[in-house]
Nanobody, 124 residues
Framework: QLQASGGGLVQAGGSLRLSCATS????????IAWFRQAPGKVREGVGC????????YYEDPVKGRFTVSSDIAKKTVFLQMNSLKPEDTASYYC???????????????????WGKGTLVTVSS
């Protein structure tokens, strides 16, 4: 249903763009969220886009550095990550739900669909 990709190794200050390809549900009516989890740490929300009205939410640690966007035709959501920091190192996941982003913010638990993550490693 969802597949995150685009992770890799990058130096601090660098950029990466993650993609979340989706299938099997009405993409234009769903919220797509990004969250991350590092080994030994709790899940942390990153951001979310609600495709019904285009509203976008960002969690505090990434505001001003990360950008969420959506391509309705490709049924794909992107996460542009700039000014990366070592503390951004984690596996990044995307999830989908018919409810508004605010329903599941800030940790995005309980969303209807979610897939395997992609690993982002930021070196200092």
């Amino acid at each position: 249903q969802l597949q995150a990709s685009g992770g890799g190794l990058v130096q601090a200050g660098g950029s990466l763009r993650l993609s979340c390809a989706t299938s099997g549900f009405t993409f234009a009516r769903y919220a797509i969220a990004w969250f991350r989890q590092a080994p030994g740490k709790v899940r942390e929300g990153v951001g979310c886009i609600y495709n019904r009205d285009g509203s976008i939410y960002y969690e505090d640690p990434v505001k001003g550095r990360f950008t969420v966007s959506s391509d309705i035709a490709k049924k794909t959501v992107f996460l542009q990550m700039n000014s990366l920091k070592p503390e951004d190192t984690a596996s990044y996941y995307c999830a989908a739900d018919p409810g508004d982003c605010a329903v599941h913010s800030p940790y995005y638990y309980g969303m209807r669909y979610w897939g395997k993550g992609t690993l982002v490693t930021v070196s200092s």
